[in-house]
């Protein structure tokens, strides 16, 4: 599986009063990832939406913490296409601490293609291929 | 001023490492706030956007804030509208606790009239008695 | 399964360009539904964390998406404990429209006991039969 | 007025249904603006916190809009010290995109120095001079 890796710092914002990033935010973490692996691979999802109106609508998400994550720490998203369809696509996300190499948490988002209407919808042809799981 | 009051509980995830709400999310409570004002006078914002197609941009907004809140209070956002005109409309808030009554924050957020292409344009003449404040 | 409800509105700051709820704001109403659980059978989770000193750290989270949550709705979570033991929790959730009934996502959240540390830890014996699941 | 720059790039998670970033996140940015701050003088705030047991306290923040910034946007945010004192602190923040140089808003946040209970404290003399303005 072809991967891309995202690097950025814990905001103060993300922490609750646990002192550690709240869990919701890992899922945030994960829409920057393959926003960046998009980019990585020549699609701009800004363009998508714009230009093609299609959008990728997200029919489940999950996520398995192992280590928290804190404020100001240095985290890396590594981003992959795990399954890929003309109407669907699921990624997987390894967030890691940068700095010591420690896995966070682990995930994954299942995406369905949908027009501007939020109706499900094939991905146009000529996209698939940089999709492709090989 | 007529005001109009809205209650509801702190979040987790409102809160920061620090055990009190992150600043931000004052800013998002005014907006539960107007959004609850605006529907007492019977104007479901929904329906401006969707059939006017006229939004309410923020053009600024500011907080005081006096006394933290913490998670699991009960906020009382107390909401007005202390300035309007055509084409801007500013609202004053006072964010308290509910339960003690002491003042956490005093806040405004003044807005412009926009278009469904982000211009400025002019409250339907309709509207406009809703939101004098004499 | 005991169940409990709670109910809001979406709120503006919870929507995405693509005119629905962002996905990891589910997230957000999950914590929702199960502090008011808890507030239910007769726990306090603030006063679990102060005076007990005792945290639910969050271990994994699933959720499927089946329909679109849109601003302004009146959002109803049911949630209920699925599987209890003295070390762990799992929490599950219904999202509904409360004015459609329509099931719009469903989801669980599994916690691990934690000390102040954050080390696992094992709930104190008179509050495991609150969450006992029978 | 001395200032650091810091870049980065809009998050889908930060926009709202209005197509545009919901008024609240430019806040959470100015944080980031003012953490980055730190930083290039040689301060972690992370370490204010943990070690000196120090905190900024916000006590009041503002925001003009000017331009809406919108997702994947690369954002610039300059941050400088336009006030300082013994026991408080203002930033003042310029948001720009950073790739047509276009203002998109201007705004401060005031704070005070507190301990680890809340209460308002001085900064430890040694690191006054870090925070001078001039």
């Known amino acids: ?7 950025f710092r814990v905001r103060y914002a993300e922490t609750d009063q646990m002192g550690v990033v709240y869990y919701a935010n890992y899922f945030v973490w994960m829409e920057v990832g393959r926003v960046e692996y998009c980019r990585s691979i020549g699609i701009l999802y800004r ?21 928290p994550a804190r404020y100001d720490d240095l985290i890396r998203v590594r ?44 991905l146009p042809k000529e996209f698939r291929p940089l999709f492709e799981t090989e």
Chains 1, 2, 3, 4 share one sequence.
């Open 47 to 67: 363009d998508l939406e714009k230009e093609l109106g299609v959008g990728l609508a997200v029919a489940g998400a999950d996520c398995r913490y192992l280590y």
């Open 1 to 7: 599986m072809q991967t891309y890796e995202t690097t």
């Open 79 to 122: 981003t992959g296409v795990s399954e890929a369809g003309p109407r669907m696509l699921t990624f997987s996300y390894e967030i890691e601490n940068a700095e010591s190499g420690r896995t966070l948490a682990k995930g994954h988002t299942k995406h369905v293609f949908v027009d501007r209407a939020m109706k499900p919808c094939k």
